[in-house]
Each structure stands twice: as structure tokens, then as C-alpha cells.
């Protein structure tokens, strides 16, 4: 008798184990050779006077609904209770089975392991304070697009942090959070690296200066592993200090950590923010300035082509012929972006204009 219940505990762990669908087709293959039998029987019992076809539906609508064993006859209503009582518990088992998928599926769901579909988007690996920076200023921009965050810790927690930015009036920005390790090149599949438009790599903030640059550097690695040599997205690293900038600006060169080159710009805060305080002492007011041409508070920074008036002519012609827009920078197909051009630069048709 043990041995016969250890044997139908462990089939029915195995059925359950099985994906959702194969589980309610089985149901439903089961619940029919069920009604057949009792179809069977009551054609047995009582030969006369109905086909096979009228018997399959008696069973089965005294098998889906309890309230019709109050129309049988005496002779039907002993058959038509236990048909109806094994449809109980079948739909019983049925809805436990549903429920406990679908409980198994929002789990999943809540905690961030499931697999971004995404194509074209900004993704965020590693989380600090800057992340909410970032989403609000997306958030600001007014552009539509999406911002995927892959960090270690609590899904709810940083999702309550970026929850600010979508409440930016005009905002067009969608926030997806997934939980993992950034230097693990299963994870970054799961958030299609691979797919992403930009990267940007910002280290914990619990790690010490030593071991945020290990930590950067390992996820750069494997995102150059993940991504392969035909990707043309950018990468842009934030570092603590300067001394790492050159390091990890070596990652990304062609031969060291792969064929082909990763397209990455290292920003180190120290210099950045070291410049704008050393400017700010030297030119009063500057600081209000920098930060009026790097937010989106009504101002966003655009690369548009060279119009066809300013062809030929110079950074300062077009910076004095711009009306309500402030010229900044020029680009040139397959060279870095000049954001301090000589006045005398000549601009060509296949510039941009910053």
C-alpha cells in the first residue's frame, strides 16, 4: 500500500512539473476518457432507450454542472452523483494547478528574472545614485524610450527611486528593472545587451575605489564578450577617479579584450566636477550656465545636419546666424564629437550640428 501511494505521489509531482498548457491538455484528455466511461456504464446499466452520443453528453453535463443530477430519474441519480462528484474534484484539481502556476508565474514576474524584449533601448548596469539622475533627465527630454536597469539588490527599492522621473510632466519614459549580476553574461542576454542602443556601466556605491574599478572592469569584459564585433551601440563608464579613466578606455581598444573595438567614453567625476568648481571660481556664474546646457529643462541638445545656408561657411558664421538655439559642437561621420570648435572651422555637407 506505501508503495502504491509513493508511486502516485511521484506521478502526480512529475505531472505537475510539466508546463501549463501540457498540464490542461492532460486535464482535458483525462476529464474526457472520464465522461466516456461513464457514458459507458450508464449505456451498460441502462441499454435501452439512448444512443452512446446522448449518453456522452448526460455524463458530461452532470460532470461540469452539479445542479442537473436534480433532473434524473430514480434509476440515474446514484450514477449521476458520483459522475458529479468526480467532476468536482477534477475542477478542484484543475483550479489548484492554475492557481499555483499563475502564483509561480507572478513570483517570477515580482522578481525581476524574466527576460527583457527589448530593441533600441538605454540600459543601466550596476545601480547608484546617479541612476534616478539619469531616468529623470530621460524623463525630461521628452523622448520616448526605455530605460533597462540590471542591478544586485531590491527590485521594489529601485524601482520606488526611478518611480519619480515617470511622474515628469511630459515624460514619455518607461522604466524596466531586472535583477542581476552584471558581470554574468546570462544576464546581460536577459536584458538583450546585445539589442541595447547605449550602455551605461555605473558601479555600487557600497564598493571602495579598488574594487569599483574591478567591478567595472568585469562587466565591461563581459559586455564585449556578449554584444560581439557587429554592435554599434556606445558604452559610457562612469569612474570615481581619473587614474582609472586610462585603464578602462583600454578595455574597449580592438585586440586587448576582443577583435573588434567597444565605441566607449569614460567620464571620471573627480575631473568633472574638480573643472566646474575650478570654473566656477574663475568665472562667476558659470556653474548656472553649465547646468542650463546640460539639463532638459526646456532646452535639450540636439545633432541636426549642416543646413544647406551654412555649408562652406564657418563655426562662427552659424553660431551668429542661429536664432533661439545656442551652437555648441560639431560632428563628423566616423570621428569623435568636437564640442569646442575653432571659430574658423569650415562646416562640410556631411557635418552635424550640435
Known amino acids: 500500500m506505501r508503495a502504491l501511494r509513493a508511486a502516485l505521489v511521484y506521478r502526480a509531482d512529475h505531472v505537475l512539473g510539466w508546463p ?75 483550479t489548484a494547478a492554475m492557481t499555483a502556476k499563475m502564483g509561480e508565474r507572478i513570483r517570477d514576474m515580482r522578481s525581476g528574472l524574466s527576460p527583457v524584449v527589448e530593441r533600441g533601448h538605454l540600459l543601466c548596469l550596476g545601480y547608484g545614485p546617479d541612476v534616478p539622475l539619469v531616468a529623470r533627465e530621460l524623463a525630461r527630454s521628452r523622448q520616448r524610450v526605455t530605460l533597462v536597469v540590471l542591478a544586485r539588490g531590491d527590485k521594489d527599492r529601485i524601482e520606488v527611486s526611478l518611480r519619480a522621473a515617470r511622474t515628469v510632466e511630459g515624460s514619455r519614459l518607461r522604466v524596466v528593472v531586472r535583477t542581476g549580476n552584471p558581470r554574468a553574461e546570462t544576464a546581460l542576454l536577459q536584458v538583450a545587451a546585445d539589442r541595447a542602443r547605449a550602455v551605461v556601466i555605473v558601479s555600487p556605491n557600497e564598493l571602495d575605489d579598488e574594487g569599483s574599478v574591478r567591478w567595472t572592469l568585469a562587466t565591461m569584459l563581459a559586455l564585449r564578450r556578449v554584444v560581439g564585433e557587429t554592435w554599434k551601440g556606445h558604452v559610457v563608464v562612469e569612474t570615481r577617479h581619473a587614474e582609472a579613466a586610462e585603464l578602462l578606455e583600454l578595455a574597449a581598444e580592438p585586440g586587448v579584450a576582443g577583435p573588434g573595438a567597444l565605441r566607449t567614453g569614460v567620464v571620471a567625476a573627480d575631473a568633472v566636477l574638480g573643472g566646474m568648481l575650478a570654473q566656477s571660481v574663475r568665472d562667476d556664474g558659470i556653474y548656472f550656465v553649465l547646468r542650463h546646457l546640460l539639463a532638459f529643462d526646456g532646452a535639450e541638445i540636439y545633432a541636426v545636419p549642416i543646413p544647406e545656408a551654412l555649408v562652406g561657411r564657418s563655426f562662427f558664421e552659424a553660431h551668429t546666424r542661429i536664432d533661439d538655439a545656442v551652437a555648441i559642437g560639431v560632428g563628423s561621420a566616423g570621428d569623435a564629437l568636437d564640442l569646442c570648435p575653432a571659430g574658423d572651422r569650415v562646416l562640410g555637407a556631411t557635418d552635424s550640428l550640435l
Open 20 to 94: 501549463p498548457v501540457a498540464q490542461v491538455l492532460g486535464l482535458f484528455v483525462m476529464t474526457t476518457l472520464v465522461v466516456a466511461v461513464f457514458a459507458a456504464i450508464d449505456s451498460f446499466v441502462h441499454p435501452e432507450g439512448r444512443s452512446f452520443g446522448e449518453t456522452f453528453f448526460w455524463a458530461l453535463t452532470h460532470f461540469l454542472d452539479g445542479g442537473t443530477v436534480a433532473g434524473d430519474d430514480t434509476s440515474h441519480r446514484a450514477l449521476g452523483l458520483v459522475v458529479t462528484v468526480t467532476g468536482i474534484t477534477t475542477l478542484a484539481l484543475l
